[in-house]
């Protein structure tokens, strides 16, 4: 038996298959027209009707279209000739599947010869879209979860609360603190600062974080060159300060990163756009372009920043506001269809900038970012805490705990190596809140021996 005949019997008599399948299974996928027109008759009842057809009541509705005579002819004998037999559900589920597979594979495949034979008939479609194309073919599958039953799943709900894998730390141990052991995945996270505030800082240290966890991170700048940013990257990881990078011999620099790779790191990419050109769905492009070519997957994605980017939606006319509303609207969206934890910054407006001590108020161009993301942590300097080589982190939005139990803490900070540390504060395990004292920073490692870093 085809499967299409097995498709076609088990709609008209098995309504808990039809539910099931009709979702996903799609005219496309026929190849000859009397099954694409069934296809579609049956499809448009069971959306008007919420129910299986009969043989006599689909036979009405073709009757009713007035389909030519050999149209008709074919259409009831395809109705007529369907068998009735029972088929375990399971098996019958795993057989469609594979049908549509099998068949957005041949039309993705089918559809790239025409696009790189320039014969798209639509005349939209580049060569740069069939590594989309044949990615979205290969993902076909039947979701078999719908939605969260609050009784049924509680089990489940329960063991995603004391699931570690759950929490994505940052690195820094205060941070994890304020967000009850790290982000979630699904989730878009935002620092705030005045111009070279530490933004960027921030981020490359929840990136290595990241990384030494053993997880995936896409760095996404639209600021600073990838090479600057991978920079920053090599005199975090290396330990080593900015001018000293340069002094290191290439082949000690290449064996240092031979070690690494052997060490259970993450990897990092780091992908460059212009300033204001790039938006969600360009990153998305990426996303399906690292997978199917290099099958890389990110846990961690960040996004250096926010203002930078251009939105998808809105109209040429709309305001600041409404543009990064739509922004973040969209990367947090992109954190969610990807299952990622996003990181972004912004800036705070002028009197932000001037201020030791600023609010949610003081963020630019739009408020609406501050409604969007899941945590919002301003990073806050002064001359006191430049003399403790420290910088203070202040809680104006979480989603993952009640802020007010930590509103203001401090890390420990090595501009010149690009690091944030935790530096010897209240025991946590205790009631938070006691103020934090002030630490020594690491000793810098002056040594031109590069051959006795540590790694």
């Known amino acids: ?9 088990q709609l008209m008599t098995n309504e808990e298959y039809a539910r099931r399948v009709l979702p996903h299974v799609k005219t496309e996928y026929f190849f000859t027209e009397p099954e694409k027109n069934l296809y579609k008759i049956y499809e448009e009842y069971f959306k008007k009707y919420n129910k299986v057809p009969s ?11 007035k389909a030519s005579a050999d149209d008709y002819t074919e259409l009831k004998k395809l109705v007529s000739g369907q068998e009735t037999f029972s088929e375990d559900l399971s098996f019958l589920l795993t ?5 549509c597979k099998d068949r957005a594979l041949y039309n993705a495949i089918k559809e790239s010869v025409l696009i790189a034979d320039s014969k798209d008939k639509k005349g939209k479609q580049t060569p740069d879209a069939i590594p989309t194309i044949l990615s979205k073919a290969l993902s076909i599958s039947f979701d078999t979860a719908i939605g969260h039953d609050y009784s049924e799943d509680a089990e489940a709900r329960y063991d995603y609360y004391h699931k570690k894998e759950s929490r994505l730390t940052t690195g820094i141990q205060i941070l994890d603190f304020a967000m009850k052991g790290g982000p979630t995945r699904k989730t878009l996270n935002c620092f705030i600062a005045p111009p070279h505030g530490g933004k960027s800082m921030a981020m490359v240290n929840v990136g ?3 990384l030494n966890a053993g997880l995936n991170v896409l760095y996404i700048t639209l600021e600073m060159a990838a090479e600057e940013i991978a920079r920053r990257f090599d005199v975090n990881i290396l330990n080593v300060d900015f001018d000293q990078l340069e002094m290191i011999p290439k082949a000690t620099y290449i064996n240092k990163f031979s070690s690494l790779k052997k060490k259970a790191m993450g990897t990092l990419k780091i992908k460059e756009y212009p300033t204001g050109t790039a938006n969600a769905g360009h990153f998305k492009a990426l996303l399906e372009e690292y997978k199917t070519k290099q099958n890389f997957i990110p846990d961690v994605i960040i996004i250096d920043y926010l203002n930078l980017c251009a939105p998808m939606s809105g109209k040429a006319t709309d305001n600041s506001f409404e543009r990064i509303k739509n922004v973040g609207t969209e990367l947090r969206a992109l954190m969610i269809e990807q299952n990622c934890v996003g990181w972004t910054a912004t800036q705070t407006t002028r009197g932000g900038a001037g201020n030791s001590d600023f609010g949610i108020d003081s963020t630019s161009e739009s408020f609406a970012i501050p409604a969007l993301v899941d945590s919002f942590f301003a990073i806050i300097d002064s001359d006191e805490l430049k003399k403790m080589n420290q910088i203070m982190f202040k809680q ?3 989603r993952f705990k009640d802020m007010n139990e930590l509103l203001r803490f401090v ?4 501009r010149s190596k690009m690091k944030m540390y935790d530096v010897d504060n209240q025991d946590l395990t205790k009631k938070p809140g006691a103020k934090f004292v002030e630490n020594n ?11 006795d870093f540590n790694f």
């Open 1 to 9: 038996m085809r499967t299409e005949n097995l498709i076609f019997s």
């Open 55 to 65: 043989k006599q009541g689909l036979l009405v509705e073709i009757e009713n279209r």
């Open 95 to 99: 057989t469609t599947e594979q049908f």
């Open 208 to 210: 290595v974080g990241a």
């Open 396 to 398: 104006l939005k979480n």
């Open 411 to 414: 890390v420990g900070i090595n």
């Open 441 to 451: 920073s690491p000793v810098i490692n002056k040594s031109t021996d590069f051959d």
